[in-house]
Nanobody, 127 residues
Framework: QVQLVESGGGLVQAGGSLRLSCAASGLTFRTYAMGWFRQAPGKEREFVATISWSGGATYYADSVKGRFTISRDNAKNTVYLQMSSLKPEDTAVYSC????????????????????WGQGTQVTVSS
């Protein structure tokens, strides 16, 4: 049974930082590309960042580029999202997702490509 469990969300002031973690189990983590998505109230889910299984390739939404950093530790089966210079518009439920990959440079931007999803963690940024 595959499980993706996010943690690290919370309430932070604008300009602050948070680090989200997503612990994976029940899958061969090193063969999966990982992604972070978010959904704000009343809005559609949107892509945030993705990383290849090797960690060598990453891609970010324009709205977070330069402020967020995605990384992974395959020995710990965990993917991270370091968020800095947070803005109120970053407020959302953040979810991680996994997609099987046969290439160390593959990553996915579309939510439709992902096979497994976590339940999400709330991030609230106050102004």
């Amino acid at each position: 049974q595959v499980q993706l469990v996010e943690s690290g969300g919370g309430l932070v002031q604008a300009g602050g930082s948070l680090r989200l973690s997503c612990a994976a189990s029940g899958l061969t983590f090193r063969t999966y590309a990982m992604g972070w998505f978010r959904q704000a109230p009343g809005k559609e889910r949107e892509f945030v960042a993705t990383i290849s299984w090797s960690g060598g390739a990453t891609y970010y939404a324009d709205s977070v580029k330069g402020r967020f950093t995605i990384s992974r530790d395959n020995a710990k089966n965990t993917v991270y999202l370091q968020m800095s210079s947070l803005k109120p518009e970053d407020t959302a439920v953040y979810s991680c997702a996994a997609v099987p990959s046969f290439s160390g440079s593959y990553y996915a931007v579309s939510a439709n490509e992902y096979r497994y999803w976590g339940q999400g963690t709330q991030v609230t940024v106050s102004s």
